[in-house]
Structures are given as structure tokens and as C-alpha cells.
Nanobody, 121 residues
């Protein structure tokens, strides 16, 4: 079965940096768009950044200029480099991928389990 697994979260002071990674595994024919979402306590899940297979990217205004999304298609992995972290970045970060499994002609969204990012002094 297709699985996405995030790693790299943790506790960091304001102004610090973290690099998140998400590796997809299983019977995968192709992965199209990949993205990072986050959800803080009491708030809705929001899109942080998305990257297409071609490398085209889009970012939420709140993270533009601080975060960078990238991907390695050969490894089915997406990354999120987070610099200049702020307390308001504290959330559980989820990886998402539009995946076409082997043997199918359909594409569906798969989610990782989430990784906690806490920015606090």
C-alpha cells in the first residue's frame, strides 16, 4: 500500500530553522503535486506550500520568503526547508501527495501521519 512518512519536526527557538522531509513508498506509478499542510490547535488545516512535478511552486503568504519546498522525483520525496521560524508556525505539519498507484488509472490524495513543529523560547 502507498504510504507517506514525514520526519524532521522538533522544538526550535524563534529565528531557528528546521528541514522536514516526506518519503512516499509502495506500489507507485507516479506522483503529481506534492504539498505541505499544517494544523495548529483549534484552527483549520491550511496549505503551506505545494510543488508540481515540474518544480513549479506556490506558497502561503505567511511563509513566503522564509520557507522553501523542493522534491526529488527519483526518491519520491518532498522537503520543506523552514528558516526564520516564528511562534505562529507552531503546528502539526502534514505531507500530501497526489499519487497514481501501479495498476490504476486514477489519482488520489495520500496523507502522512504528521510531524510536530514547535517554535518557542
Amino acid at each position: 500500500q502507498v504510504q507517506l512518512v514525514e520526519s524532521g519536526g522538533g522544538l526550535v527557538q524563534p529565528g531557528g530553522s528546521l528541514r522536514l522531509s516526506c518519503a512516499a513508498s509502495g506500489s507507485i506509478f507516479a506522483i503529481y503535486d506534492m504539498g505541505w499542510y499544517r494544523q495548529a490547535p483549534g484552527k483549520q488545516r491550511e496549505l503551506v506550500a505545494v510543488i508540481a512535478r515540474t518544480g513549479s511552486t506556490n506558497y502561503a503568504d505567511s511563509v513566503k520568503g522564509r520557507f522553501t519546498i523542493s522534491r526529488d522525483n527519483a526518491q519520491n520525496t518532498v522537503y520543506l526547508q523552514m528558516n526564520g521560524l516564528k511562534p505562529e508556525d507552531t503546528a502539526v505539519y502534514f505531507c500530501n501527495g497526489a499519487v497514481r498507484p501501479i495498476g490504476t488509472i486514477s489519482t488520489r490524495n495520500y496523507w502522512g501521519q504528521g510531524t510536530q513543529v514547535t517554535v518557542s523560547s
